[in-house]
């Protein structure tokens, strides 16, 4: 039995080595010159493989799109497995403060060495610079259109991942499958107009971004940049927001607690007992809350407070005005920055016409689809990768048997 496979991927590497293990011919097509391009550069090019274990219920949590979906998915494969089968293979991984799980190396290369070996090791034949223009079904099998000319295999696995446009899923028109347009997910916001970005580099660990209008929210770390705000607040916000942002063209205005620990009265009566024990220490430069300095001297100077004014001579409206900017700081955003070599996108092939218990196709028998070329997305953290290696693990297993 020979069975196809289009993309070089993570989920087409991962369907590709379960497929080969049990004993099948496996070809593996990748248009670009190059492998595993995403594993590369994810994590800074360290490889976010996947995040910490937790109750399948908790893990689904961190999908945006695919919830009930990628719950059966992980019944079967779950971040515990990638784990074993990376580490079985000699690739040592770690666990971070926030979760995320890299490889001991810290370096993306060893996840990648890792998949080639296996593949190597299992005879799957791969085949690079070699895309696929058209497929077609024929009584079962597949005869595939490439640009090394027609390959015809008994069943296929399409691993080909996201597209920024609907024109990149164009090869798969004969199947007749659904595909809903893919939209931008994890993106950082942009805020051309507003002076905060004068201080980009600076950071609070814990801080809570809403969208004005919505019931969108995510509380995490936040980042300053030079086009704006990003952090995993405003990425994993940006993927639970992304069809809603879209349909306001990026336009909206974020709301941002610096310290999510503490609400608005909390904000004002921390003031107040500052101000009664050290009324006479410069407001600007005794920064409270974990602000950094540059940060603080910002809402000082948002709030009309005077460089070297004290504590003690904060009128009331200083006082709540400095309150609102730590608690509710109004952010005028217009338009986003995603990451070419890390870009995710909500989209693709309709769940709805996917066996979860095997990536099978509804439609066409013998045909199966794994990764982000079906419309599941993750947020930041690992969680992306974790669904291409289970996608990629019960496609490969399915279509062998």
């Avoid at 201080?199 to 940049?225: A, H």
Wanted: overall charge positive; some cysteine.
């Amino acid at each position: 039995m020979k069975i196809g496979i289009i993309g070089g991927g993570a989920a087409g590497f991962f369907a590709a080595i379960h497929a080969a293990g049990t004993g099948a011919e496996v070809i593996l097509l990748e248009k670009s010159p190059k492998l595993l391009s995403k594993v590369k550069v994810s994590g800074g090019g360290r490889c976010n493989v996947t995040h910490k274990p937790m109750e399948i219920s908790k893990l689904v949590k961190h999908y945006p799109r695919g919830e009930k979906f990628v719950k059966r998915v992980f019944s079967k494969f779950k971040s515990e497995d990638t784990i074993s089968w990376f580490e079985s293979r000699g690739v040592a991984l770690k666990l971070e403060a926030d979760g995320r799980m890299f490889p001991v190396s810290d370096s993306s290369q060893s996840i990648i060495d890792a998949l080639l070996d296996e593949a190597q090791k299992l005879k799957v034949s791969i085949r690079k610079s070699c895309g696929v223009k058209k497929i077609m079904p024929e009584e079962g099998k597949y005869i595939l259109d490439t640009d090394e000319g027609p390959i015809q295999v008994d069943r296929l696995i399409i691993a080909t991942g996201g597209h920024p446009k609907i024109a990149g899923y164009d090869f798969l028109k004969n199947l007749n499958h659904n595909i809903l347009d893919p939209i931008p997910s994890l993106f950082t916001f942009n805020t051309p107009k507003e002076s905060l970005r004068e201080l980009m580099g600076l950071s609070v660990v814990d801080g809570l971004v809403k969208i004005e209008g919505t019931k969108l929210n995510y509380r995490g770390p936040i980042l300053v940049t030079h086009w704006g705000v990003s952090g995993p607040a405003v990425l994993k916000l940006s993927a639970f927001g992304a069809q809603w942002l879209k349909e306001q063209n990026y336009q909206a205005t974020a709301l941002i607690n610096w310290n999510a620990a503490l609400g608005e009265e909390e904000f004002g009566s921390h003031i107040r007992s500052y101000i009664q024990g050290h009324p006479n220490r410069k407001v600007e430069s005794n920064p409270l809350f974990d602000i950094p300095s540059r940060l603080w001297e910002h809402f000082s100077t948002r709030a009309s407070i005077e460089k070297g004014q004290l504590y003690g001579t904060l009128s009331k409206k200083q006082i709540n005005k400095l309150v609102q900017n730590l608690f509710c700081y109004n952010l005028k955003v217009e338009g986003k920055t995603t990451f070419k070599e890390e870009f995710v996108t909500a989209g693709g092939i309709s769940l709805n016409e996917v066996n979860p218990e095997t990536m099978e196709s509804k439609y066409h028998p013998n045909l199966y689809f794994a990764g982000e070329v079906l419309n599941i997305d993750g947020i930041t953290g690992g969680f992306n990768f974790q669904a291409a290696w289970s996608t990629g693990f019960l496609a490969g297993i399915a279509s062998s048997r």
